[in-house]
């Protein structure tokens, strides 16, 4: 028997729903495939923040440092500025555990249907590699004469070779072992950002040279966003700036049917610390609450924890017992055209993996 001690924090919004739906399943899985879950919840998040006027208490992360990893739903309330939440819980989590990789695969799955007329499941099958601790999230900056008229702002970007260099090589160890096309493509713009992303793409010539049995590709942003609407079968692994690589990741979600199919890991490959499972999406304040939330990005974010931990088959059951539910299409919530709640797609992933 094996036994992961696992922080939770369901955060906000629909993210306290489809948590639960996610620790059903692993509890299911655990059942199936003799692992032990000590699962710790932590009440962090914005109802923490609005009773103690902080997200998490002064010691909240380095009690995190202990778990085999971190499992959480999302953070954001409507009342309470984005920056102040955010900056607040999860950025401080990712930076303070070097979890500099954030990986976020894209499937078109049997069953699902994209809103790209004629893709077909399969056609789409991408990872988008995004750096995570650095970049446009580096949150170096300032305001001079604040409140005043002449007041000024300053946010600057953070771009190192060695956080430059340390992604980019991931992107294409992940293409090696994808083993499909082997294709990286670099997401760019250094038409108008002449330091960071000249370094960056000088970087990913360097960096691809060590991997010449790699096709390459350099694109630029804006560009990438409409090859991801007109062609987004030509992507394999794309490797992306914090700012351009959570941008990339909403259309990515979206040509792939929701982001309620969306998974995400935050990883910290050298293990400085726990890494965080934590499904692309936001707190979703237009459906939280009622039961609408889909929980299969949770769940699949659940599966990536499970291969992370070593548990490659409870990951496979995992995985398969959702994509049964999604190709069977009867229990489904609205997001993929269906009328079913949160908790009874759940439990249909909980039978299936129980049936599997
Ligand atoms: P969002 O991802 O919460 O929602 C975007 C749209 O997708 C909404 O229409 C929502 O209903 C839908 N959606 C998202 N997840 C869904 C699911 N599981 N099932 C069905 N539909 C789903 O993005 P937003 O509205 O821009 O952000 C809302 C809040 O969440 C903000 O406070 C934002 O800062 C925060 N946020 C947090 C995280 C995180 O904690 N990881 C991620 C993104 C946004
Ligand atoms: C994500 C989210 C976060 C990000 C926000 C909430 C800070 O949008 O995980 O995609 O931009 O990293
Ligand atoms: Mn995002």
């Keep these: 028997m094996n036994e992961y001690k696992i922080a939770v924090i369901r955060g906000d919004g629909i993210g306290k729903e489809v948590v639960g739906e996610g620790l059903k399943a692993l509890e299911a899985v655990g059942s199936r495939e003799k692992i032990a879950w000590g699962f710790t919840e932590f009440p962090w998040g914005s109802d923490y923040y609005l009773e103690h006027g902080e997200m998490l208490p002064e010691d909240g992360v380095d009690r995190l440092a202990g778990f085999d990893a971190i499992f959480l739903g999302a953070v954001g309330h409507p009342e309470i500025q984005d920056h102040v939440t955010l900056n607040g819980l999860l950025l401080p989590i990712r930076r303070t555990f070097d979890q500099y990789v954030c990986e976020r695969p894209s499937t078109l799955y049997p069953g699902v249907e994209s809103p790209l007329a004629g893709k077909k499941a399969g056609d789409i099958d991408l990872v988008v590699v995004r750096e995570n601790t650095e970049g446009e999230y580096a949150n170096v900056g300032g ?21 430059t260099e340390r992604i980019i090589a991931y992107a294409f160890e992940l293409a090696k072992e994808r083993g499909k096309a082997g294709r990286v493509t670099s997401i760019t713009k250094s038409n108008a950002l002449g330091y960071g992303m000249a370094l960056w793409d000088r970087t990913f010539e360097a960096v691809s040279e060590r991997y010449p049995e790699i096709e390459t590709d350099s694109m630029l942003i804006d560009r990438a966003c409409m090859e991801m609407i007109r062609a987004p079968e030509q992507f394999d692994v794309l490797v992306a700036s ?31 610390g726990p890494s965080m499972f934590e499904p692309t999406h936001g707190t979703a304040p237009d459906i939280a609450g009622k039961g609408l939330a889909n929980p299969m990005a949770q769940i699949l974010t659940g599966a990536m924890m499970l291969r992370h931990l070593g548990e490659g088959a409870a990951a496979d059951r995992l995985e398969q017992a959702t994509l049964q539910v999604l190709a069977q299409g009867e229990i489904l919530t609205a997001d993929l055209g269906g009328s079913s709640s949160t908790s009874s797609v759940g439990d249909a992933i909980v039978s299936a993996v129980l049936s599997g």
């Design 143 to 163: 305001f001079q004469y604040e409140g005043f008229p002449e007041e000024v702002a300053v946010q600057t970007a953070v771009f190192t070779r060695r956080g």
């Design 242 to 272: 914090n700012l351009f690589g959570d941008i990339i990741t909403d259309v990515s979600a979206m040509v792939t049917g929701s982001m309620g199919l969306a998974q995400s890991a935050n990883l910290s490959p050298e293990r400085v």
